[in-house]
């Protein structure tokens, strides 16, 4: 079924479009199904979660940081971890500066933008991700590549508030690429909004529920 599920979603994303199974919460064996069917790429919101599947499971798969990160949590992951989502302060890019200085690697992060109007969402505002991008401690930071931005729709049924929403940062996206030539990625659209993110210039989507079936939390 997973098999199934991972090649109707890649018929529906154009080749540019890097898809990040999200894994969260599913048992090891899901995700072997999905690496036998091909899929390197795969998403994890917890930072134990994601290093015990490290552990066990095969060392090609990109494992990337998609939930919020606390900042003491960076270091049990940057030996490994492909890609950081949701960067939502100076304080956390620091911090994985400096813990990836001692495993002597380049941690490429997304800032996440809060595009959302819910208050359960994290991110910077835009003026705040250009105030980063732009200032002197920023380039001190040799151990992180800011590659791109990320960000969240409201949950919502109102598509019309979704698209705006995306539509938002996809233009912000597109004025600070023009100053900052290393933004090359914009992560946006989850199961039931990936389409929309994509229509609005999404690069990467995560997308677990449709891949993996309903998650059980308890």
């Known amino acids: 079924m997973i098999k199934d599920n991972l090649e109707h979603i890649q018929k529906t994303i ?3 479009v890097t898809l990040i199974a999200v894994s969260k919460t599913k048992p090891q064996g899901d995700i072997l199904e999905a690496y036998k069917a091909g899929h390197r790429h795969f998403g994890e ?6 290093v015990d599947k490290f552990d066990d ?3 090609d798969i990109k494992w990337h940081m998609i939930g919020h990160l606390q900042r003491n949590k960076v ?3 940057v030996h490994f971890v492909h890609l950081i989502h949701g960067v939502d302060s100076l304080k956390t890019l620091k911090e994985i500066n400096k813990q990836a200085e001692k495993h002597n690697r380049v941690i490429q992060c997304l800032l996440q933008a809060k595009i959302a109007e819910e208050d359960s969402k994290f991110g910077l505002s835009f003026s705040d991700i250009e105030s980063i991008l732009s200032g002197e401690e ?3 930071f040799k151990n992180i590549a800011i590659v791109g931005l990320m960000g969240m729709a409201t949950f919502t ?3 019309s508030q979704i698209e705006r929403e995306f539509s938002s940062l996809k233009n912000a996206f597109d004025r600070l690429q023009q100053k900052h030539d290393s933004l090359e990625i914009l992560s946006m659209g989850m199961s039931g909004d990936y389409k929309i993110a994509i229509e ?6 995560r997308i677990g529920s449709s891949i993996f079936g309903k998650r059980n939390y308890q």
């Open 14 to 16: 154009p080749e540019h």
């Open 45 to 50: 919101n917890k930072v134990q979660e994601m």
């Open 57 to 59: 499971l095969p060392k």
């Open 75 to 77: 270091k049990y992951m």
């Open 138 to 140: 920023i380039s001190n």
């Open 157 to 159: 049924d109102d598509e």
């Open 200 to 205: 609005n210039g999404s690069t990467m989507v």
